[in-house]
């Protein structure tokens, strides 16, 4: 019986629609960019969720609610802090950005990761 086991989420899995959006708010972003996400889970009660997302170029300003584990498939990011520390990551890095990260996200390319989120009760 071909296919995965019982509570098993295979990444690789295309009946798995993708979702387009662009996100344009100067006030959020340096230029509108277009990204797409692949939402291979979730559980709402427990505030997570997982899949592909991939984006274009673009500088975005984040006040991170939630926690984020990020592996980075293709491209390069660069996370700087609001005390102007920085960090740049690429193919097969994985890190966490933790809720109360406050600075930027940058895609330096055109990046392709595997995502999963976890939010707090908001209960």
């Keep these: 019986m071909p296919g995965s086991p ?14 387009q959006s662009t996100v344009s708010d100067p006030a959020a972003v340096d230029r509108p960019y277009t990204a797409r ?22 500088l975005e300003r984040v006040d991170c609610d939630y ?7 293709e491209g390069r990011v660069r996370l700087t802090d609001a005390d102007g520390v920085s960090q740049e990551f690429g193919p097969g ?3 966490v950005v933790a809720a109360g990260f406050t600075g930027t996200w940058e895609n330096l390319t ?3 990761k595997v995502f ?8």
């Design 6 to 19: 019982r509570y098993v989420l295979d990444f690789s899995d295309t009946a798995v629609d993708g979702k």
């Design 93 to 95: 890095d994985s890190f």
């Design 37 to 58: 996400s692949w939402r291979h889970f979730e559980r709402p009660e427990s505030g997570a969720l997982a899949g592909i997302w991939e984006a274009e170029p673009h």
């Design 67 to 73: 926690d984020e584990l990020c592996h980075l498939l």
């Design 116 to 123: 999963f989120i976890l939010q707090p009760d908001r209960g």
């Design 110 to 112: 055109s990046v392709r």
